[in-house]
């Protein structure tokens, strides 16, 4: 299991939860902020400190973003695991999903 961050991060990317990963697996996209599935070892500690709301764990994902767990996982098929969001900055891409939205902030 792991925790997914959705929507609400889309072109916010707050960044306290990375702040708060004592494992340094919060990866960050142009738009969006992203969990590594494998690097995550589901403390939670980042699921509080999130402004917006979300993050969710895996099971609690609200069905409306249901597709937000893939895109969390499909973000690292290239990147890999690098061991440390710390290690590689901010990436140039962004899932599809995140993409294809619209400009979330007014």
């Known amino acids: 299991m792991t925790y997914v961050i959705a929507l609400p991060c889309v072109d916010v990317k707050d960044r306290a939860c990375v702040?708060?990963?004592p494992v340094d697996c919060i990866y960050e996209g142009e738009r969006s902020l992203y969990i590594h599935p494998d690097e995550c070892v589901d403390c939670g500690a980042c699921e509080p400190v999130c402004p917006v709301?979300?993050?969710y764990y895996e099971d609690d994902l609200p069905?409306?973003?249901a597709d937000?767990?893939?895109a969390n996982v499909d973000f690292f098929t290239e990147l890999g695991s690098p061991g440390g969001a710390?290690?590689?900055g901010v990436?140039?891409?962004d899932h599809p999903l995140i993409t294809?939205?619209?400009n979330q902030v007014p």
């Open 19 to 21: 702040d708060e990963c």
């Open 53 to 55: 709301e979300a993050i």
């Open 63 to 65: 069905t409306v973003w």
């Open 68 to 70: 937000y767990y893939r």
């Open 86 to 88: 710390a290690k590689t």
């Open 91 to 93: 990436q140039a891409f």
């Open 100 to 102: 294809a939205l619209p």
